[in-house]
């Protein structure tokens, strides 16, 4: 059974710092591309960053400079670290495994191609973040 575990959210002050992490069980990391996608209250969920099978990455254009996807093939574990948030960075953050965008990335592809929810086969429950003074 697959399973993807979100932790390391929480409450954190604009201009602060949070490093996500993604446990993945029952699938090897490695031939996975996994992706952070949040969802604001109300809001569509949108795609942060994805890092594919050979460590090439895409992020969205609100999210580039400010957070860093790694993976840690050994651990099965995906994380994001996340700098200097800001509120509208709020939100429940997912993890998300897809066998379809190590194809795709064999081609030039756009962030928005990538971080689309329809290409991803497995989903976690979420971690919240809140920035907030």
């Known amino acids: 059974q697959v399973q993807l575990v979100e932790s390391g959210g929480g409450l954190v002050q604009p201009g602060g710092s949070l490093r996500l992490s993604c446990a993945a069980s029952?699938?090897?990391?490695?031939?996975?591309?996994i992706a952070w996608f949040r969802q604001a209250p109300g809001k569509d969920r949108e795609g942060a960053s994805c890092i594919n099978s050979d460590d090439s990455t895409v992020y969205t254009d609100s999210v580039k400079g400010r957070f860093t996807i790694s993976r840690d093939n050994a651990k099965n574990t995906v994380y994001l670290q996340m700098n200097s948030l800001k509120p509208e960075d709020t939100g429940v953050y997912y993890c998300a495994a897809s066998l379809l965008i190590p194809t795709i990335f064999r081609r030039p592809v756009s962030a928005t191609e990538v971080l689309d929810t329809h290409k991803y086969n497995f989903w976690g429950q979420g971690t919240q973040v809140t920035v907030s003074s």
């Open positions: 029952g699938l090897t990391l490695d031939v996975y591309a």
